[in-house]
C-alpha cells in the first residue's frame, strides 16, 4: 500500500459534496461569477422564496406588505442579532453598506471644527461622505497615511498620531475590498474608546466571511451588505447601532412615528 498515494475515495466524496453544493445555486453564466464582495448570487432557494414573497405582496400589496411581511422583521432581527452577538433593538435593516455607512456619516451630531479620522483605504463612498460634510459642515477630515501591507502595530500608530483633542469620530475599515487585509480593529476601538472617540465599522466584507462579535470589538456602529457572504437577495444590508448612541444619532430618514 503506498501512504502517499491520494485517496480516490475521500477525493470523490469531496468532489460529490461540492457537486451538491453548486447544486444549490443558480448557474452562473455566461460568465463565472467571482466577485461575492460585491454580491453573492443567492441560492435557488433564497431566489424562489424572494420571487414567491413578491407575488404574494402583489396580490394584496396594503395588506400583505405591511400586516404580513413586515410582521416577520423582529424574527428576523432575532436570528441576526444572535449571528453577530448584539441585540434586536440595535439593529435597523436597510439596503447595502453605503446607505447603512450613510445614516452613521451624516446621523452622528458633529460641529465646525470637529476631526473625523479615514484612510486612503476606505471604500470611496465613505471618503465621500466625509468630504461632503467637510464641505456641507465645516468638519475636518484627516487622512491616516500606512501603506495597506503594513504591520498592524504601524497602522495603529498611523491612527494614534494623528488623534487629536479635536477627533471626535474614528473611521474604520474591518476588511479591505483591495485586498482582503483585516485591520485591528478590536484595538483600534478599544483606544478611540479610552479618548472618547466614536467609531464607525465597515464591516461589509467580514460578516458571514469570518466571525464577528459586536460586543467583543465595542464600537459604535457596525455596517455590513447581507447580499455579500450571507447570501441574502440583492438590496439588504443591516446597520448595528450601539445603545450608547441610539438616542443621540440622527436617522438618516425620518421615521414614520416621530414623537412631536
Known amino acids: 500500500m503506498n501512504l502517499f498515494a491520494p485517496d480516490l475515495k475521500a477525493e470523490t466524496k469531496g468532489e460529490e459534496l461540492w457537486e451538491r453544493v453548486r447544486a444549490q445555486y443558480p448557474a452562473q453564466e455566461p460568465l463565472l461569477n467571482l466577485n461575492n464582495a460585491a ?19 402583489s396580490r394584496n400589496p ?12 423582529p424574527g428576523i432581527k432575532r ?14 435593516l436597510n439596503r447595502n453598506s453605503s446607505e447603512g455607512l450613510s445614516a452613521a456619516i451624516f446621523g452622528i451630531p458633529l460641529t465646525k471644527g470637529d476631526q473625523v479620522l479615514i484612510s486612503n483605504w476606505d471604500y470611496p463612498s465613505v471618503r465621500a461622505g466625509w468630504l461632503q460634510r467637510h464641505h456641507r459642515d465645516g468638519i475636518e477630515v484627516v487622512n491616516c497615511a500606512f501603506d495597506i501591507m503594513d504591520s498592524d502595530e504601524d497602522i495603529i500608530d498611523a491612527y494614534v498620531e494623528a488623534m487629536t483633542p479635536r477627533t471626535c469620530v474614528l473611521q474604520l475599515t474591518h476588511m479591505y475590498h483591495w485586498n482582503g487585509r483585516v485591520l485591528p480593529i478590536e484595538r483600534l476601538c478599544r483606544i478611540a474608546r479610552e479618548r472618547n472617540i466614536i467609531t464607525i465599522v465597515d464591516g461589509a ?19 455590513t451588505s447581507l447580499h455579500k457572504w450571507l447570501g441574502a437577495p440583492v438590496g439588504n444590508g443591516m446597520l448595528i447601532v450601539n445603545r450608547r448612541q441610539i438616542d443621540r444619532t440622527w436617522p438618516l430618514l425620518a421615521p414614520f412615528d416621530q414623537p412631536q
Not at 45 to 50: C, G, W
Not at 205 to 223: G, K, N
Open 39 to 57: 454580491v453573492s448570487p443567492p441560492t435557488i432557494a433564497v431566489q424562489e422564496a424572494t420571487i414567491d414573497a413578491y407575488r404574494f405582496i
Open 62 to 73: 396594503d395588506y400583505n406588505m405591511w400586516s404580513n411581511l413586515d410582521a416577520a422583521l
Open 79 to 92: 436570528d441576526l442579532a444572535e449571528l453577530i452577538d448584539c441585540t434586536p433593538d440595535e439593529i435597523a
Open 205 to 223: 466584507q467580514t460578516f458571514a466571511q469570518m466571525p464577528v462579535s459586536f460586543r467583543q470589538l465595542d464600537c459604535d456602529f457596525f455596517i
